[in-house]
């Protein structure tokens, strides 16, 4: 139940996506969230280091863990069951 409360969290989802290729400065990460407030940005990425799913490295900027990594491999069948249900929504 504490990893869904976190992953519920506004935003949460959407930091950790736009991390799962590569890491991102501050600024990067919030230029990829459009509409991110400087302040819920600084929040949601101190839930994320917290749980232990981002770091921040010097030079590189906020990336994923391997923790983190391991949660969007687990988290990427979803992708394709909600792209199969956004199709058969559109149908109906």
């Known amino acids: 139940m504490a990893l869904l409360d976190l992953l519920g969290r506004r935003w949460i989802m959407r930091v950790l996506w736009e991390l799962r290729a590569e890491p991102a400065t501050f600024r990067a990460l919030r230029d ?29 900027g906020y990336r994923t863990t391997r923790t983190g990594a391991s949660l969007l491999r687990a988290l990427a069948p979803l992708q394709e069951w909600a792209r199969e249900w956004g199709t058969h929504r559109a149908k109906t």
């Open 32 to 60: 990829r969230c459009d509409g991110l407030s400087p302040t819920v940005l600084n929040a949601r990425l101190a839930d994320l280091r917290e749980a232990g799913l981002v770091e921040h490295v010097d030079d590189v």
